[in-house]
């Protein structure tokens, strides 16, 4: 008799084992079929997040006349939904960056051809950092025209034409004796300017080592040597003053891969500034606009921009730091 019920528990013990691995098998799944889905969708009647939309210009930094649209999805406490999704501040940013012959941000698309695969920003946030911490991984963070925006406008849909998303982390107190990883914004980390990075690791004598900014722009270097994405940071480079009183913090990133067959977008907005309360108002986007890879070229009968800037223009901008300002902003 006790032998008996000795097994009924175990048997009992073990069904209930099942069923956690069959709820995490689930999710898992459940990751991956979000994961899967093409089009995101922000719908401006959630109240789980808050969206701040800009427009930036390429003149300044890239000599051709392109307008770039930016989407900051905002998940915080005031929305009641950091707790869900992580506990600092997350920013999924979302860049339409414009086709490089026509410069068009937007092309029709036909309904039927998004239904059932739409996807939302809480969902699209999950399916990267899920809740029990599976698929964590530094790829995800920083995706290239593997789910673009739709947005339906009088009855009809439109779908970016290339599309960035990122996301970031807002730490405010980053932790004692750790320098944080890529994808969170320390806002109180020591500060270093590119310059002072590149004087105190030159290319000519580092070449190889992944994270000198001026080989990440694009130009050369590698990025296969043994620390890989292990290196990948986002540095502070300085706290800046935004429209006359409030307060931005400019960062750059290190990052890079070896692709050689598509965009490299493990640097995405490689500088920018952050405005607590306003997401990312302002960013660069080397990897974009360097030197499109020779599928998109062709894609587009090799028509290129209409910039000419020298390698040492290039490598000014990168040093001097400059980025594109939204219009409803000033640097000062």
């Given at each position: 008799?006790?032998?008996?019920?000795?097994?009924?528990?175990?048997?009992?013990?073990g069904?209930?084992?099942n069923?956690f691995?069959?709820?995490?098998?689930?999710?898992v799944?459940?990751?991956?079929?979000?994961?899967?889905?093409?089009?995101?969708?922000?719908?401006s009647?959630?109240?789980?997040?808050?969206?701040?939309h800009?427009?930036?210009n390429?003149r300044?930094?890239?000599?051709?006349?392109f307008?770039?649209?930016?989407?900051n999805?905002?998940f915080?406490e005031?929305?009641?939904?950091?707790?869900?999704l992580?506990?600092?501040e997350?920013?999924l940013?979302?860049?339409?960056?414009?086709d490089?012959?026509?410069?068009k941000?937007?092309?029709?698309i036909d309904?039927?051809?998004?239904?059932?695969?739409?996807?939302g920003?809480?969902?699209?946030?999950?399916s990267?950092?899920?809740?029990?911490?599976f698929k964590?991984?530094?790829?995800?963070?920083?995706?290239?025209?593997?789910t673009?925006?739709?947005?339906?406008e009088?009855?009809?849909?439109?779908v970016s034409?290339?599309?960035?998303i990122e996301?970031?982390?807002?730490?405010?107190?980053?932790?004692?004796?750790?320098?944080?990883?890529?994808g969170?914004?320390?806002?109180?980390?020591?500060?270093?300017?590119?310059?002072?990075?590149?004087?105190?690791?030159p290319?000519?004598?580092y070449?190889?080592?992944?994270?000198?900014?001026?080989?990440?722009?694009?130009?050369?270097?590698?990025a296969?040597?043994l620390?890989?994405?292990?290196?990948w940071k986002?540095?502070?480079?300085?706290?800046v003053s935004?429209?006359?009183?409030?307060?931005?913090y400019?960062?750059?990133?290190?990052?890079?891969?070896?692709?050689?067959?598509?965009?490299?977008?493990?640097?995405?907005?490689?500088?920018f500034?952050?405005?607590?309360?306003?997401?990312?108002?302002?960013?660069?986007?080397?990897?974009?606009?360097?030197?499109?890879?020779?599928?998109y070229?062709a894609k587009?009968?090799?028509?290129?921009?209409?910039h000419?800037?020298?390698?040492?223009?290039?490598?000014?901008n990168?040093?001097?730091?400059?980025?594109?300002?939204?219009?409803?902003?000033?640097?000062?």
């Amino acid at each position: 008799m006790i032998m008996k019920e000795i097994h009924e528990k175990i048997k009992a013990k073990g069904q209930n084992v099942n069923k956690f691995f069959l709820l995490i098998f689930l999710l898992v799944i459940g990751f991956d079929a979000i994961a899967q889905g093409k089009y995101l969708v922000i719908d401006s009647t959630d109240t789980g997040y808050a969206t701040k939309h800009y427009r930036l210009n390429t003149r300044e930094l890239y000599d051709t006349d392109f307008n770039i649209e930016t989407f900051n999805i905002i998940f915080s406490e005031k929305n009641n939904s950091s707790k869900n999704l992580n506990q600092y501040e997350r920013i999924l940013l979302v860049s339409l960056l414009p086709d490089i012959s026509t410069g068009k941000l937007w092309e029709e698309i036909d309904a039927k051809d998004i239904k059932e695969h739409t996807i939302g920003p809480a969902e699209y946030v999950r399916s990267i950092s899920p809740v029990l911490g599976f698929k964590n991984n530094v790829f995800d963070l920083k995706k290239f025209n593997q789910t673009r925006l739709v947005t339906e406008e009088k009855g009809k849909w439109w779908v970016s034409s290339n599309c960035l998303i990122e996301s970031f982390e807002i730490v405010p107190n980053g932790l004692p004796f750790f320098s944080g990883i890529y994808g969170q914004l320390i806002l109180d980390q020591n500060m270093v300017a590119i310059k002072e990075f590149v004087e105190k690791y030159p290319p000519e004598e580092y070449k190889d080592v992944l994270g000198i900014p001026l080989l990440l722009s694009g130009r050369g270097g590698r990025a296969d040597n043994l620390n890989g994405w292990r290196t990948w940071k986002e540095f502070l480079s300085k706290i800046v003053s935004v429209n006359g009183s409030g307060k931005g913090y400019q960062f750059w990133t290190c990052a890079a891969t070896n692709v050689a067959d598509n965009y490299d977008a493990s640097q995405g907005v490689g500088r920018f500034i952050y405005v607590p309360g306003e997401g990312i108002i302002g960013g660069s986007y080397d990897f974009y606009f360097l030197r499109p890879p020779s599928y998109y070229l062709a894609k587009s009968g090799n028509k290129i921009y209409s910039h000419r800037l020298t390698s040492e223009q290039w490598d000014k901008n990168i040093l001097e730091e400059k980025v594109m300002i939204a219009e409803s902003f000033t640097i000062d």
